[in-house]
């Protein structure tokens, strides 16, 4: 039996997003234009009215060293409550387990010259086995800024590629980097994070605040995809 939920779509104001759009646009171009265009598609399809949209329940699987990436795990399911079904370590995970759904949240930790965490690193030769065509996969990364400036958050980039090269759509993959000081990070395109970047080590007190946002994203984008 095919695990659902409803996500009910919400009124948003015609000037919603337009002068962000405006700004990121002069900024940066078609990476811009093409983050921008969720926002359009948002207003054309809920403004006019609230719709309830069935989307089928995902799941998170993560990695971690030292346990931190999982606490933020468990955060992220309480802002996706009702789209995840289960959150689950990598390392006790089956490659059937994501081959089965439609909807993911992959992440974790990032180590030494931007590596995943030692739990991805031994499933990682059992990914090449998960066609991730047709499914929404959205990504999340834990770093440390300033201990590890020259590579932040880069683990992410290898999900990302993974994903994206096997058919996979990554969503909320236009996240800006504001608040955040680094020198360098492989999980940027186009001046845009790639996913959810959370830094536990320095600022613990945003943790909450951009989840909220980025699940946010999450959520109006798969709205878009059920209506799409």
Not at 64 to 82: D, E, F, M, P, W
Not at 135 to 160: C, E, I, N, P, W
Request: aromatic share 12%; with cysteine; hydrophobic share 40%.
């Amino acid at each position: 039996m095919t695990n659902k939920t409803v996500v009910r779509g919400r009124r948003l104001a015609p000037w919603a997003g337009f002068t962000f759009m405006l700004t990121k646009l002069r900024r940066f171009g078609s990476r811009a234009l093409s983050c921008c265009r969720s926002w359009i598609q948002a207003f054309r399809r809920h403004s006019l009215e609230e719709k309830d949209i069935h989307i089928t329940m995902g799941k998170l699987f993560y990695g971690s060293q030292t346990g931190t990436t999982t606490g933020v795990a468990r955060k992220i399911r309480k802002h996706l409550n009702g789209l995840i079904s289960e959150v689950k370590s990598i390392q006790y995970a089956q490659p059937h387990e994501l081959a089965a759904c439609d909807f993911l949240v992959l992440g974790g930790a990032t180590y030494g010259d931007g590596e995943l965490t030692d739990d991805w690193k031994r499933f990682w030769p059992l990914m090449d086995s998960i066609s991730f065509a047709g499914k929404r996969v959205a990504l999340f990364a834990l770093g440390d800024q300033f201990g590890y400036s020259y590579t932040f958050a880069s683990g992410m980039k290898q999900l990302y590629d993974k994903v994206s090269d096997s058919g996979g759509q990554v969503i909320a993959d236009c996240i800006p980097t504001a608040d955040f000081e680094f020198t360098q990070s492989e999980s940027l395109v186009d001046g845009y994070f790639i996913g959810l970047v959370i830094d536990e080590v320095n600022q613990p007190e945003l943790t909450e605040k951009r989840i909220r946002a980025w699940a946010s994203i999450v959520r109006q984008q798969l709205a878009l995809a059920c209506t799409a």
